[in-house]
């Protein structure tokens, strides 16, 4: 079946939800249509969550990371206003724009549910914070915040579906396997099942499950690729008191740390306080992520959150996306998924097995990891980073250096090679837009969000143009 529409959106994760959402808003008359490997909202299921089976089975797609909502869909919706993280978009224009963008996709999340609440760094005591950070050189980003919650998450996620599928035609269980560059008719998007999409304009929001296939078509269309970092690291789990002091302050704190052993930069990401560390799969890879309830009911006696080591490579290697992954499969390899290390036993040169675990006094909830050695995972350079960075932590939060803190290993963030992008995010190739966390340009639901609304607008003033 080969079918022509205005445009095609290629991901329905975080970035390219807006996209859609924006052309159905300024140009309802559009043929538009969006196509995923993954399912709908509603029967996205990982059979990890749902009890069938203790472990990751390899699903030939994974619906943790696949499907409407992305990545995004499971997280505990950590929307952040800043210009500071989460992506590179003031590299295409300036922060004012990037800015408006964001509080945009705020406002539609919130005609669909989201929390008025916002976690602000703008007050005395997140002050007070920041210059008791200093003191043992860690660096508090500022930006506010609001906790959508992973059950609030899937909620928000629901009602935008609801609206767009009745403006848009949604393929879901649909691989696109290559993308054509027709010239002056556009491009045609080839499927696993035989199918051809034709369209005027492409939006490619290919979200990091996608990000070395999107990288390897750029390649064959001839555009240029800048290399991209690769984030390593591993989740940390402790008890939630120990962090309190900071997370009641600051619900989403970002520290930054430059080590004195090598000058690597390690942040603090992510963080879940009284969360809970879960799987997830990337391209038949197991690594860690972690996630908040707003229920209480939902919740744990422990925070967890990634301390992520950034490496950026030089030429002439040119493939981070594939290095990533070559170090989480490593703790795969050994562990047979997720493995976990209790940090005293990381400094004194032991692996945890399952005795020393039994004693810990920190439980983990991620039942499923398995106990062992993180240094036969990790390199040594990044392990040290790491470990650098757990005591200057432990000096703001004393007892995060403690002997049961688990380390869950690997947590790796990927993002693919970027690509050389105008000022609207469009291509070298016309009308060939490239969006989101599989892109390159972003690292967050917030810039993921204002990068497809950013591609759309482009479109629908162009069209506009042409029409007068």
Partial sequence: MNKRYDVAILGCGEAGIFAGYELMRRCPNLKVVTLDQGADIYTRSCPIVAGKVKQCIH???CDTMCGFGGAGAFSDGKYNFTTAFGGWLTDFMDAKEVMALIDYVDAINMEHGATDQVFSTDTPAARAL???????????????CKHLGTENNLRILQSIYETVRQHGEYRFRTAVTAIENLGDEGYRLK??????VDCSWLIAAPGRSGAEWFSNQCKKLGLELINNQVDIGVRVELPAQVFQHITGVVYESKLVYRTKGYGDQVRTFCMNPYGHVVAENVEGINTVNGHSYSDPSLQSENTNFALLVSNRFTSPFN?????????ASLSNMLAGGVLVQRFGDLVGGRRT????????FVRPTLTAAVPGDLSLALPKRQLDDIIEMIYQLDKLAPGTANY?????????KFYSSRLALSSELETALPGFFAIGDGAGVTRGLAQAGASGVKAARTIAARLEGRAH
């Fill in 353 to 360: 097995n399952s005795h020393r675990m039994g004693k810990s």
């Fill in 404 to 412: 049961d803190t688990l380390l869950y290993g690997a947590e790796v």
């Fill in 130 to 144: 920041e210059r008791e950070a200093l003191k043992y050189d860690l660096h508090l980003l500022q930006a506010r």
């Fill in 191 to 196: 499927c696993a099942n035989g199918d051809q």
């Fill in 59 to 61: 699903c030939k797609v």
């Fill in 319 to 327: 493939e981070p996306y594939r290095y990533g992954k070559h170090i």
